[in-house]
C-alpha cells in the first residue's frame, strides 16, 4: 500500500484477533522506528518490546488508559531522553511510522499514555532518565476496519496565507 493510502485508511484499534504477528513483521515495525529522523540525529528513543502474554497483563495493569492492551499480540513502550531538544515530538515521528509500516502488512495499532508510572518503571525495568511517550499495542484487528475516517473538511482547519482566511482550489494549482 502507498503511504497516503496508509495514511487515509489506518484507524486505531483496540482489539484484536488471537493470530500472532509473524517475528519478521515485527522486526520492520522497530526497524521503521530505528529509520524515522530524529533532534539533531541524536536518535534518543528506546524500544521495549513487550510479547509475552503475562507481561502483557503486567502493561495493562500498570495503565490507567490502556486495559485493552493485555489482548494485544504485541506491544512497544517508547522511551525518550528529555535532555534532547523536540523529544516529544521525535516520539511523535516514530510512533507514528511504527503504526504506518505495520499497517502496511494489515497489523492494527493503538496507542496509550496513561500510566502508572511508578508500577510501569518498576515492572519493565525503566531508567528514571528516560520519559514515556507512549505505548502502541499491535495485532491483527478483530473486525473489519473500513477506514472510513470521521474528520473535518479541510477548508475548516487550514487557512490561506494568514488564519482565517478561506483556503480554496486555486491555492494549489
Known amino acids: 500500500m502507498d503511504a497516503f493510502e496508509a495514511i487515509s485508511?489506518?484507524?486505531d484499534v483496540r482489539e484484536f484477533k488471537s493470530q500472532r504477528v509473524p517475528g519478521d513483521v515485527?522486526?520492520?515495525?522497530l526497524e521503521a522506528a530505528r529509520l524515522t529522523g530524529s533532534s539533531m540525529n541524536r536518535q534518543h528513543w528506546r524500544f521495549i518490546v513487550v510479547q509475552d502474554r503475562s507481561n502483557l497483563k503486567k502493561l495493562a495493569a500498570d495503565s490507567?488508559?490502556?486495559?485493552?492492551?493485555a489482548g494485544a499480540d504485541f506491544a512497544v513502550i517508547i522511551l525518550t531522553d528529555p535532555k534532547v531538544p523536540g523529544h516529544?515530538?521525535?516520539?511523535?515521528?516514530?510512533?507514528?511510522?511504527?503504526?504506518?509500516?505495520?499497517?502496511?502488512?494489515?497489523v492494527a495499532s493503538?496507542?496509550?499514555?496513561?500510566?502508572?508510572?511508578?508500577?510501569?518503571?518498576?515492572?519493565?525495568?525503566?531508567?528514571?532518565?528516560l520519559k514515556l511517550g507512549a505505548i502502541l499495542g499491535f495485532g491483527y484487528p478483530k473486525r473489519k476496519i473500513v477506514g472510513k475516517k470521521d474528520r473535518k473538511p479541510l477548508e475548516e482547519i487550514?487557512?490561506?496565507?494568514?488564519?482565517?482566511?478561506?483556503?480554496?482550489?486555486s491555492d494549489f494549482s
Not at 64 to 69: E, F, I, L, P, Y
Not at 89 to 104: F, H, P, S, T, Y
Not at 110 to 129: C, H, M, N, Q, T
Open 9 to 11: 485508511t489506518k484507524l
Open 26 to 29: 515485527k522486526r520492520k515495525v
Open 64 to 69: 490507567t488508559s490502556g486495559r485493552w492492551v
Open 88 to 106: 516529544t515530538i521525535d516520539a511523535g515521528r516514530v510512533i507514528q511510522d511504527m503504526e504506518l509500516a505495520a499497517w502496511n502488512f494489515g
Open 110 to 129: 493503538g496507542i496509550y499514555v496513561g500510566v502508572d508510572e511508578a508500577a510501569l518503571r518498576k515492572d519493565f525495568a525503566i531508567p528514571e532518565s
Open 158 to 169: 487550514a487557512f490561506s496565507e494568514k488564519f482565517g482566511k478561506d483556503i480554496a482550489a
